[in-house]
């Protein structure tokens, strides 16, 4: 099983629209959580932080957490086509600062 | 405040050579991580330092070796490339175990 996973495939939107991205997690014990947002040919930049279950919410983000199910998700409100880049989920291990990514969604917004 | 800086941002080498690649973190970050990015295998974390002490190591052969300066700064090095070392080298840096942001990469190329 892997550590992180992100299955979807890319995703495409109609610009306004909600994109939905999820991840699942192995590591019942992970405590912190994370959503970047990585451009083709740049660095991943970060979007999103989220440590205890429920939602959080910060602009056009909304980040949710279900540590009973073991995953974590991210809201893309009113999608815009700065938006389309790849979205990446990582995961934190217990008592250590090594982050577990997943592979990654892309997104696509379209005009 | 100035982000995390990575040099050089492009190199060429051949196989069996060695290369030495620099990350100076955002002032005040004492963690530095190095994450190796491709296609195939996304994100995959290599090594972080903290404190001019190795915390945490990935599942890298021993040619992956890094260290970290009094002044945080760090440099992995890779010994006798090989082909499949190809790849973007990014590096992140946080205060401790917390949030982690990325440099802009290093883009290895191995001929």
């Known amino acids: 099983q892997k550590e992180v996973e992100q299955n979807s495939g890319p995703l495409s939107v109609p610009e306004g629209a909600i994109a939905s991205l999820n991840c699942t997690y192995s590591d019942r014990g992970s405590q912190s959580f994370f959503w970047y947002r990585q ?20 602009g056009r983000f909304t980040a949710q957490l279900n540590k009973a199910s073991q ?15 790849t979205y990446l989920c990582a995961v934190r291990g217990r008592g250590n600062n090594r982050l577990a990514f997943g592979k990654g969604n892309q997104v696509v917004v379209i005009p | 405040k100035a ?19 620099s990350c ?10 190095w994450y190796q990015q491709t296609p195939g295998q996304g994100l995959q974390f290599l090594f972080e330092y903290f404190s001019e002490t190795q915390r945490n190591k990935g599942n890298f052969p021993g040619r992956f070796s890094g260290r970290q300066f009094s002044n945080s700064r760090s440099e992995m090095n890779v010994s006798t490339l090989e082909l499949g070392d190809s790849a973007l080298y990014l590096c992140a840096s946080s205060v401790n175990t917390d949030t982690q942001y990325f440099g802009p990469g290093t883009r290895l190329t191995v001929l």
């Open chain 2, 24 to 33: 100076s973190p955002i002032s005040g970050h004492r963690s530095v991580s």
């Open chain 1, 71 to 85: 995953y974590v998700s991210l809201l893309i409100r009113d999608s815009q086509p700065s938006d389309s880049a």
């Open chain 1, 39 to 58: 451009y083709s040919g740049k660095s991943p930049e970060l979007i999103m932080s989220i440590y205890s279950n429920g939602d959080k919410e910060d």
């Open chain 2, 3 to 21: 982000g995390v800086t990575q040099t050089p941002r492009y190199l060429i080498k051949t196989r069996g050579q060695q290369v030495t690649l």
